[in-house]
């Protein structure tokens, strides 16, 4: 049996979450910004470190807000690997200063490992703006408050 643990950030700002557009497998996906758990990391410090790599800010105040609890086999894998995420809430000093498009995917050319983020108003979002599963779950908990 594998398993993949992968934790997220939850950045809110003026009724709006922080998403990630990013080409993955040569497949479109949105998600939220965050990544693979390595080796001798813990969970907190795995945020801290995707964050940086990511958007080149710091995480601060990070704060639990869900872990997976059901079963999802990774979408991304073809021998079976079950997904576990962690989403923690974070600041950052200047949330307004994160590079930002307007359209999902906008300025990505191609399917090569590229990544852009954009805000996404709360207020009439959808669970189905989200690609991943348990990315769908937690957008579900924001919108439900």
């Known amino acids: 049996m594998s ?5 997220y950030g939850l950045l809110l700002h003026n009724g709006s979450v922080l998403l990630a557009d990013e080409f993955i497998k040569g497949q479109r996906i949105t998600k939220f910004p965050g990544g ?20 080149g800010v710091e995480a601060l105040a990070p704060v639990h807000f869900y ?10 894998h073809s ?48 669970v189905e703006a989200m690609s991943l599963p348990i990315d769908r779950v937690v957008l579900g908990m924001l919108l439900n408050g």
């Open 3 to 7: 398993i993949t643990v992968r934790v």
């Open 36 to 55: 693979g758990l390595e080796f001798g990391e813990g969970l907190k410090d795995c945020l801290m470190r995707e964050i940086r790599e990511e958007m």
């Open 79 to 126: 021998t079976p690997m079950q997904v576990v995420s962690v989403y923690y809430t974070f600041r950052v000093a200047e949330p307004l200063a994160i590079p930002v498009v307007n359209v999902p995917f906008g300025g990505l050319t191609g399917p090569q490992d590229q990544e852009v983020f954009r805000w996404l108003p709360l207020d009439g979002a959808r």
């Open 67 to 76: 872990t997976t609890d059901f079963f999802q086999q990774s979408v991304f």
